[in-house]
């Protein structure tokens, strides 16, 4: 009895195994992450991957991200779905490809496989405020890191930051996600970010489209730091390690913003039990200490902590595990499986 989640995730496609439906057993997860470009490049098979890691017919349930995840608003059967379950890719930030492949080999397989929608104005869950300001919040694999975070924590009103190619930060409530504030809106990550007057002037002169701003407006436009997106965040961190100082001020703008995100999510909450802070730079805390660098922002009466990177995986083979055990809503979202 194996469970599976995925995370499509900007630089590489995410799996992570749990191997068993207890609980206790959740130490023993293995953990493979795959280069989105050599996906696209067609060099390496997402399923042949993870058939190295396990036996694909012990798996009794997989759950995957994909995209913006806009054209559902449950979680469903990846054979009920139509579209992908997105509306478009246009204005979905830097396209490195790869995961449509992924996505069809997954379809073609055996494996039962559930796909989890994002945050968008169709989904009654969300606060109507939330669904009436902003189309979209965040996408699916948020879901999943929110719910390894809730499972961590076991704080039903808390603030989920994932920070790493953009920043992207959920309100819980209740137990219940109840909106977000997606990457185009709010904080910077390292390569996405809001887009300001100077940007919005660029596209309506015609310089660039709305998305290459986008995908340029993270805190790379900072310190000049444009490379393959499998390479940016290394790139960042050597350049403040050798003490590069707009890589520095980068780091403290890109911090300051999600600080000021957290803090706004607060404001309207009704209770906050803690904030929790995941994605390759919210947890890191080697060799730069990023995690510290924001949790500073807060009072020592306000519980802050990290969980791993993988939480994206990691969180979607719960929800596979928690659903095959008879769970029908996953943080306000109901499921539509039998099994």
Known sequence: MVFVGMDHGTTGVSFTILPSSKKEDEKLAKHLKINREDLAESKVSAIKELSKNVNLDSIELMVITYAMGDGINTIKPLNDVKSRGIRSISGAGKVTGGGTSVYSEIEKSNIPTLLLPGLHDGCDFLDPRFRSAYSHHASAEKISITYNAYLETGWENMIVADISSN???MLV????????IDACLGAMGLIHGPLDLKMLRDIDDGNKTANECFSHAGAVKICDNWDNVSKVKDNFLKQILD??????LALDTMV???????WGLIGISNKINGI???GSMGSMIEPIDCFNRIKKYFTDDMPVINIPSTSGSMGSAQIARDIFNGKKSILGIDV???I
């Open 167 to 169: 920043s992207v930060t």
């Open 173 to 180: 409530q209740d137990g219940i996600i109840i909106g977000a």
């Open 243 to 248: 003490g590069d100082e707009n890589a520095i």
């Open 256 to 262: 300051m913003t999600i600080a000021m995100e957290i």
């Open 276 to 278: 929790v802070l995941t």
């Open 336 to 338: 539509e499986y039998k």
